[in-house]
């Protein structure tokens, strides 16, 4: 069965009108269809891709090594399909709901984002709708990993447009309760904000976690329990 998950569209004009959502609109973050003023907006850290992606014309080496800010300069045209495919945000979520297992392979991390928003907001199995539905989903970090589970090597404009990103995310989305799942995306984000006088952090509650891979794991903040029920417990507060 196909995936049932939807998403809304109305908030893409005014979220294009950030620039680099505008020149790379496949990295829009997915905004399910039951979002509303109490929901929860979940940061992960970066896309990965292979940089064989890059169109020939561009310098891989440049991009990756040497000058990695100049990924910021290069537009959708710019780029190959596969390169797009690996970067596309709401489509990746949209595959791993997929009964394809070709589609779902490798995207587990979202499967488990839903099991726990279906336990946090006591939804039912048999529910229509999708647990992603009642979130927001995007990576703090524009720039892909350019290694396959490897965390992202940041550059100092990774760090300005991350930043400048969520702003304009919550300008247009209000959500006042964000999870972080990437501690290297939470520091970078903490550190920036309390220059700009707890900005984005005034009025909202913003929890620092840790990748869905390991939420098996027991959690370092709270004794006897695991990341997958910390998680959970946040939804509720």
């Not at 950030?18 to 109490?38: A, T, Y």
């Not at 979130?135 to 990993?145: E, K, L, M, W």
């Amino acid at each position: 069965m196909a995936s049932k998950l939807k998403i809304t569209t109305k908030y893409d004009e005014q979220l294009c009108n950030f620039h680099d959502f505008s020149m790379r609109p496949f990295l829009l973050p997915h905004i399910g269809k039951l979002v509303n003023f109490d929901s929860v907006l979940f940061i992960m850290e970066s896309h990965y891709i292979n940089p064989d992606f890059f169109e020939h014309q561009y310098d891989k080496e440049n991009l990756n090594i040497k000058s990695p800010e100049l990924f910021y300069n290069v537009k959708e045209e710019g780029l190959t399909e596969k390169f797009k495919e690996y970067l596309n945000t709401r489509q990746i979520i949209k595959d791993s709901e997929s009964s394809d297992k070709t589609l779902a392979k490798g995207k587990s991390v979202y499967r488990k984002l839903s099991s726990v928003i279906r336990t946090g907001h006591r939804l039912k199995d048999n529910i229509v709708d999708s647990p992603l539905d009642y979130v927001g989903i995007y990576n703090y970090f524009q720039r892909p990993s350019f290694k396959q589970a490897a965390s992202i090597n940041v550059c100092e404009k990774d760090i300005i447009v991350a930043y400048d990103a969520l702003n304009h995310i919550l300008k247009i989305v209000n959500f006042q309760k964000i999870i972080f799942t990437s501690a290297k995306a939470y520091d970078c984000f903490i550190k920036i904000d309390n220059l700009n006088n707890k900005d984005i952090q005034h009025n909202r509650k913003i929890f620092r976690g840790t990748h869905p891979r390991v939420w098996g794991n027991v959690c370092a903040y709270e004794n006897g329990i695991t990341w997958k029920q910390w998680v959970i417990n946040r939804l509720g507060m």
